[in-house]
């Protein structure tokens, strides 16, 4: 990663393409894993490795090349290892969600099974949509302070994003409880709230750039702690009003902690006052047991997230029922043990919503212990990657932009992977790259565009690129 | 800002190693906890991945084989003879416990067996699951046949019964029913709910089909008894087939009023040989015999005959059995001795004729006559002949049969086979003759003493040139009048099945 990058230098001499091709190394190998899984899952279930079994591997291989090449082309000093990461991640879910589709085929007709039938299928050409997406705001976008122009109506639009949903009739928006979608007919729907996700955090981190001074240093001394002026809490009683309102209206703890927390510590960065977490974390814990207290009471527009504490507490207290999704998630956790059963020799059908948001503790069945740390290294690498980029990009707005984007990664797949394997209450989160959902996978894509976008202009020396 | 997105680093590492640590506690600590937990249904999954062996008799025939599906769960146990076999073969639902050869050889079938450890070790490397193993059983096809469509065509409306028929050289089951019987394929399938249905409405049943009679389930063998009687008698106190011994139309036994009778039509004179008793089924003589005896010798002879016997598995010879509760039921004689520890001549007297608190299974009358057709060596009885492997060529398991015990001298067991043909041949079980077969037994008509019917039994052998060839025991519950003559045509059909399964080998 530290060698010369050669797009001034221009021409296609042979030094130039084997470095080039050198590059290519880690996603290579990233694909190769994938191919290896396909293969193990085949092996498994149909007893024989069909000649085709690397299709989708190859599929992958190539959309991720052109991403490769946008990024070589746009953002020659972007972080190498992002790329190749995320698309390890992203193969191994539209494998895995594959292995899904062969267990829920009839045994003679898994063979006929192609690559792009089935989640897995669906997943491999969001994928293509992602990675378009992605090589487009790289291209599109080529100082990602070009963003902050757009701050207040990305605001607006991500305001609206979540709301829309809570809005909408229930017919429209809503899928196993929780109100968070939008339908078109009954194929295609999207999570608004995802890219919502992206849009608030840009308004959070130029707004915050700009009151950073005000927020940070006028204040009041209390227990040692300094702790902000009343007329400056009004922003983040502002979002924490809205995220208990999506808590409230859309039935998701998840998304509404996740926002809650993205503002939080985007603010505790922009300050680097640490009251802020203080305040951030007494309203958030403040709300949910009051939503706790109100669902054990009151009911109504809270009793689903009482019975999910419920659940959380003990999913064996009604393992038939409420519980079932998290007892049989643990259950298959517990079989898979330190090493798992094999790709494609568990049965994560078990497990409700195994391809959603349960997708953790089914491959957790097969690929055990060992496998479920190698895929957090994996989260944990981007995250780290992102916050590195975030430390050492010069512009405040690209600090911001970049730590929030790489913290919230980092929170959801806390959030998630807590939830399924009961470290905290479980919240309809999707898991990162891995999940079937074209929106999330998309807005994530956005994401590590985004990162590779700032990680470019921190790593370019200064004087090559310019104003970056 | 560097400072705070340092921290906020730290944050991510600490919440990644949460879970990461709680991760450890799921799929290390936990997991044995959660793969043997009631509520995981893998465990049953797996075992319906591989194919479950066969289970199948000398002629080839498989009378429980697994068939491929489309379904998650991969094969379907059937079972072609349906409710031939029911009771011995058990059954082996999704989600009830299994019985007979399916749950004692259970692991054999499955594939979980040590015994098939190489299998499975090669299994690891081919990628394949290789099916489970075999069993071979002693079953003689026609036999079971027999026994299953005679005893339920039954001639005299009897709804309730067993038939066990034995080898009596080896003490292999060559045939066992219990009626009613069932269909396992029933129990077997796919739709639990169904299978759960079917189960408990045969629960329910009045009837008790799932009861196998053949074992689990002690009877009054009324005049069987007089066969191990006359076997008393004849060891200890020095009789002969021809002695002659006190009958009489009526028997007091001391200290009591109650005249023991003889059944309607059966003469027996005052003085009669132990022979001509057996023949004709003379309770007074018998009744005297065994107040003659005491309770001791009785006791002792009972015991020698497979009375008081615990561990009869009748599966394979060193492992577990069909018997529900691990053994066969044991038989009993009840109280034969007054508080006092002096005999209790009246229960003596009842019990010598098979009354009052004596019991046995019908596999243990089956037992009787084997012993006696083997001279005198009680073989222990199994049903599974062979364990072979999935590749059909690897013996894992060859019966090697055992003598339980030695239950009379070889001289009184040909005066007891010399007796029962008589009886066959002359007295009261004439309808159990085979052509060219030396054929013996001994009939019983058990009071029940309610007013229920009475039950029929006959127990009895076939001997070919003094070689013991087959022995059976049929047991007809409240089958009434005539009863124990319709058990020894059966027998007797039993035994031919016998006879044309061992011509045909």
Redesign the interface.
């Known amino acids: 990663m530290g060698a010369t990058p050669v797009i001034q230098t221009g021409g296609l001499s042979l030094p130039r393409v084997l470095s080039e091709i050198r590059r290519l190394w880690l996603l290579v190998l990233a694909m190769v894993l994938v191919g290896c899984y396909l293969a193990a899952v085949e ?2 279930m149909q ?1 024989k490795i069909s000649p085709d079994f690397f299709f989708p591997a190859l599929v992958l291989g190539l959309v991720f090349l052109v991403l490769h090449v946008v990024a070589r082309i746009t953002a020659p000093w972007a972080d190498p290892v992002l790329i190749p990461t995320v698309a390890l991640l992203n193969g191994l879910g539209v494998a895995f969600l594959r292995r899904l589709d062969l267990a829920r085929a ?3 007709e898994r063979s006929e099974l192609t690559v792009f039938m089935g989640l897995g299928g669906r997943q491999l050409m969001w994928t293509l949509i992602a990675v378009a997406g992605a090589s487009a705001l790289l291209w599109f976008i080529r100082d990602h302070r070009e963003i902050s122009k757009y701050a207040w109506t990305l605001g607006l639009a991500g305001i609206v994003l979540v709301m829309l949903p809570a809005v909408l009739p229930g017919s429209i928006s809503e899928v196993n409880g929780a109100k968070l979608w939008i339908k078109f007919g009954s194929v295609f729907a999207i999570q608004p709230g995802e890219f919502a996700k992206l849009a608030l955090l840009a308004f959070f981190a130029y707004y915050l750039v700009r009151k950073r001074e005000v927020l940070a240093l006028a204040s009041r001394r209390f227990m040692g702690i300094d702790f902000p002026r009343g007329r400056d809490l009004g922003p983040v009683l502002v979002v924490w009003a809205l995220s208990l309102m999506v808590l409230i209206f859309e039935k998701d703890l998840g998304t509404s902690l996740l926002y809650f927390g993205m503002f939080v ?1 985007t603010l ?3 300050t ?1 006052r640490v009251s802020w977490l203080i305040i951030g974390l007494l309203l958030f814990f403040g709300g949910a047991t009051m939503a706790y207290v109100l669902a054990e009471t009151a009911g109504g527009p809270f009793a689903s997230f009482g019975t999910r504490v419920d659940v959380w507490l003990d999913p ?1 207290a009604d ?1 038939y029922k409420s519980g079932y999704q998290l ?2 998630g ?9 090493f798992g059963q094999g790709a494609g020799a ?2 994560p ?2 497990v409700p919503e195994v391809h959603n948001d349960f997708i953790f503790a089914g491959m ?2 097969e690929i ?2 060992f496998g ?2 190698a895929l ?1 290294v994996l ?2 690498l981007v ?2 990657r992102g ?1 590195r980029a ?2 050492t990009v010069r512009d ?1 707005f690209g ?2 932009l970049a ?1 929030g984007l ?2 919230t990664l ?2 959801q ?2 959030v998630i ?2 939830g399924v ?3 905290i209450p479980l919240t309809g989160q999707t898991t990162p790259f891995l999940s079937a959902g074209g929106s999330s996978l998309v807005a994530n894509w956005l994401l590590v565009a985004i990162l590779l976008r700032i990680s470019d202009a921190a790593r370019t020396p200064a004087g090559t690129g310019g104003a970056r | ?6 921290k ?2 730290v ?3 600490v ?2 190693g ?3 640590a ?3 506690w ?3 600590y ?6 043997n ?1 009631p ?4 465990v049953r ?2 075992e319906y991945k591989r194919q479950r062996g066969a289970v199948i008799l000398a002629n080839g025939t498989q009378v429980a084989v697994s068939v ?1 599906t ?1 379904d ?1 769960l ?1 094969y379907l146990r059937t079972y072609p003879a349906k409710e031939m076999y029911a009771h011995l073969l058990g059954y082996k639902p999704v989600n009830i416990g299994p019985t007979g050869i399916e749950a004692s050889e259970n692991e054999f079938l499955a594939g979980t067996s040590d015994k098939l450890f190489g299998d499975r070790f090669r299994d690891i490397f081919t ?3 290789t099916a489970g193993g075999n069993i071979l059983l002693t079953i003689s096809p026609t036999a079971q046949e027999k026994a299953f469509t005679e005893l339920a065509n039954n001639r005299v409306g009897a709804t309730k019964g067993a038939v066990v028929a034995l080898d009596p050289t080896t003490g292999a089951v060559k045939a066992m029913v219990s009626m009613p019987s069932f269909d396992p394929n029933a129990l077997s399938s796919h739709d639990t709910n169904a299978a759960q249905k079917v189960y408990n409405d045969l629960l329910a049943n009045a009837d008790k089909p799932l009861n196998n009679r053949a074992v689990s389930e002690i009877e009054e063998p009324g005049s069987v008894m007089k066969v191990v009687i006359a076997a008393a008698g004849l060891e200890s106190l020095g009789l002969q087939p021809d002695s002659a011994i006190q009958g009489g139309a009526t028997y007091q036994a001391p200290g009591t009023t109650h005249k023991i009778p003889n059944s309607t039509g059966v003469v027996c004179a005052d003085s009669i040989s132990l022979q001509q008793a057996l023949t004709v089924s003379c309770n007074t003589a018998f009744a005297k015999l065994a107040v003659d005896l005491g309770a001791q010798r009785v006791t002792d002879v009972a015991t020698k005959f497979g009375w008081y016997q615990r561990d009869l598995a009748v599966g394979r010879l060193d492992g577990k059995g069909i018997a529900r509760g691990a053994t066969v039921a044991e038989g009993t004689l009840g109280e034969l001795r007054t508080s006092s520890g002096g005999d209790d001549k009246p229960a003596l007297a009842l019990s010598g004729i098979g009354q009052r608190d004596v019991r046995i299974s019908p596999m243990q009358g089956a037992m009787i006559a084997a012993t006696v057709a083997n001279y005198g060596k009680q073989m222990r009885p199994y049903l599974v002949q062979q364990q072979v492997g999935p590749d059909l060529t690897t013996i894992h398991y060859r019966a090697a049969p055992q003598v339980l015990q030695d239950s009379c001298s070889r001289e009184t067991a040909g005066s007891l086979q010399q007796m029962m043909i008589n009886v066959v041949q002359e007295g009261t079980g004439k309808n159990a003759r085979i052509d060219g077969y030396q054929v013996g037994g001994k009939t019983g008509t058990a009071e029940t003493g309610d007013d229920e019917e009475t039950h029929g039994w006959f127990v009895g052998f076939a001997l070919k040139d003094g070689q013991p060839i087959a022995a059976t025991a049929v047991f007809l519950e409240n089958a009434g009048k005539g009863g124990s003559a319709e058990a020894a045509r059966i027998a007797g059909q039993v035994m031919r099945g016998m006879i044309a399964d061992r011509a045909g080998k």
């Open positions: 092996a498994n007893g009839k045994p003679s510590v505790y960065i922009a680097e064996f393992p007892s049989q643990l259950l298959g956790l517990g079989t898979g043990g330190l568990g049965n059908l078990e957790g069945e055990g212990l479920l740390t957090l989260y944990l995250v780290e916050l975030a430390l405040s600090k911001l730590g790489a913290f980092g929170l797949v806390f992977i807590g394997t009961k470290l | 800002m560097n400072s705070p997105l340092r906020v680093g944050v991510i590492l919440l990644f949460l879970l990461f709680n991760l450890n799921v799929q290390a936990k997991a044995d906890e959660y793969r937990s509520y995981n249904s893998r999954l797996d491929a489309e998650e991969k990628g394949e699951q």
